[in-house]
T-cell receptor, first 114, second 111 residues
Framework: GAVVSQHPSRVICKSGTSVKIECRSL??????MFWYRQFPKQSLMLMAT?????????EQGVEKDKFLINHASLTLSTLTVTSAHPEDSSFYIC??????????FGPGTRLTVL | SQQGEEDPQALSIQEGENATMNCSYK?????LQWYRQNSGRGLVHLIL?????REKHSGRLRVTLDTSKKSSSLLITASRAADTASYFC???????????FGSGTQLTVLP
């Protein structure tokens, strides 16, 4: 299957700092990418849909000013967690849409905010 | 929001046994997909079944779909220790075709 990478895989930061997570589709172009959040032993919750060249669409309850999404190219979407706090600690996973029904997932980024 | 529930939440079996996981959902769907997640890793797509299909096979995997009951099941036959993982169903609905995940089943296969 197609490959989606995420960077970094793990990040620890101090409260109040901003953290940027990159999601890249390595061998295909993706006009649409998705960002999910997963708490321990829970399911994935969709945070936002990232569309190349346009504004992201956020799910209800997700603060767009806190979770900034940029999809500047067909192979890269970034999620920036601004002014991170301990409650933002989570596992963040991106996916890239390859066709109408197929998404390929990145390996995830573990964010720990101290 | 989550589309529905999976049961059991956790399942522990011996190597060689079959594992069955069930998924229920709430709205009409275009298709339903099953994913596997090893601890702390990303998701791996296992199988997709469309709303007009009732059963699908892929290797040791068998998926059924009952749209009248809004439910699906995933059967893993002849399980192996390497099958230990969390398994999620995800539905695709509407024009946006976003994935909405179920609550997941943690499968442990004992050697």
């Amino acid at each position: 299957g197609a490959v989606v990478s995420q960077h970094p895989s793990r990040v620890i930061c101090k409260s109040g700092t901003s953290v940027k997570i990159e999601c890249r589709s390595l061998d295909f172009q993706a006009t649409t990418m998705f960002w999910y959040r997963q708490f321990p032993k829970q399911s994935l919750m969709l945070m936002a849909t990232s569309n190349e060249g346009s504004k992201a669409t956020y799910e209800q309850g997700v603060e767009k000013d806190k979770f900034l999404i940029n999809h500047a190219s067909l192979t890269l979407s970034t999620l920036t967690v601004t002014s991170a706090h301990p409650e933002d600690s989570s596992f963040y996973i991106c996916s890239a849409r390859a066709d109408r029904d197929t998404q390929y997932f990145g390996p995830g980024t573990r964010l720990t905010v101290l | 929001s989550q589309q529905g529930e999976e049961d059991p939440q956790a399942l522990s079996i011996q190597e060689g046994e079959n594992a069955t996981m069930n998924c229920s959902y709430k709205t009409s769907i275009n298709n339903l997909q099953w994913y596997r997640q090893n601890s702390g890793r990303g998701l791996v797509h296992l199988i997709l079944i469309r709303s007009n299909e009732r059963e699908k096979h892929s290797g040791r995997l068998r998926v059924t779909l009952d749209t009248s009951k809004k439910s699906s099941s995933l059967l893993i036959t002849a399980s192996r220790a390497a099958d230990t993982a969390s398994y999620f169903c995800a539905t695709v609905s509407g024009s946006a075709r976003q994935l909405t995940f179920g609550s997941g089943t943690q499968l442990t296969v004992l050697p």
